[in-house]
């Protein structure tokens, strides 16, 4: 099975700041994996997929790349609406999820 | 507008089982797969299989294989998962979510989700 490893596990971030997170895949999955936003209580929620696209309705804010093994979602300037936790996806060979990012205030 | 409205909390002793439905609306039902995804309470999501409503074909991860059955009723779009032999670890909630476009894995509609929870 593919592992996909997410660092860091949690980030303490403000207002503003530019946000990075990093999923690595235990071998090549293309560009087949996906990023969620899951908020407690609720279910995630599709923001990137395809590595690099936009899911709509989703904010400009947020952007994906990589390719291969290693990507990162990236949110340019953190709202207090992103304050969340971040999983990534691959769908290369069925559908397995990274551990999670919580994103929290600094 | 894309809905997936799943059937209510369960509470169940260890060794049963539980199945949980997830009715679908807004879209034509049998041309996206629906997946099946768990979360353990306080813990991260864990894929759990998938059905093509389009025939019933299913495919199932590793780990519940055995276990875990998914089927659908195209009569009334809705999709099941049950699962058997309950433990402790099987306590979360479960949701259906559809793939975004057609027959792809990246899930782009969730259910409200259920919770099971498995005790004596």
């Keep these: ?106 | 507008q894309v809905q997936l409205v799943q059937s209510g909390a369960e509470l169940k002793k260890p060794g049963a089982s539980v199945k949980v439905s997830c009715k679908a609306s807004g879209y034509t039902f049998t041309n996206y797969y629906m997946h099946w995804v768990r979360q353990a309470p306080g813990q991260g999501l864990e894929w759990m299989g998938i059905i093509n409503p389009n025939g019933g074909i299913t495919s199932y991860a590793q780990k519940l294989q055995g276990r875990v059955t998914m089927t659908r009723d195209t009569s009334t779009s809705t999709v099941y998962m049950e699962l058997s032999s309950l433990t402790s670890e099987d306590t979360a909630f479960y949701y259906c979510a559809r793939g975004r476009s057609g027959y792809t894995y990246d899930l782009g509609y969730w259910g409200q989700g259920t919770l099971v929870t498995v005790s004596s």
Excluded: H
């Design chain 1, 1 to 106: 099975d593919i592992q996909l490893t997410q660092s860091p596990s949690t980030l303490s971030a403000s207002v503003g700041d530019r946000v990075t997170i990093t999923c690595r895949a235990s071998q090549s999955i293309s560009s087949w994996l996906a990023w969620y936003q899951q908020k407690p209580g609720k279910a995630p929620k599709l923001l990137i997929y395809k590595a690099s696209s936009l899911e709509s309705g989703v904010p400009s804010r947020f952007s994906g790349s990589g390719s291969g093994t290693e990507f990162t979602l990236t949110i340019s300037s953190l709202q207090p609406d992103d304050f969340a936790t971040y999983y990534c996806q691959q769908y290369n060979t069925i559908g397995t999820f990274g551990q999670g990012t919580k994103v929290e205030i600094k």
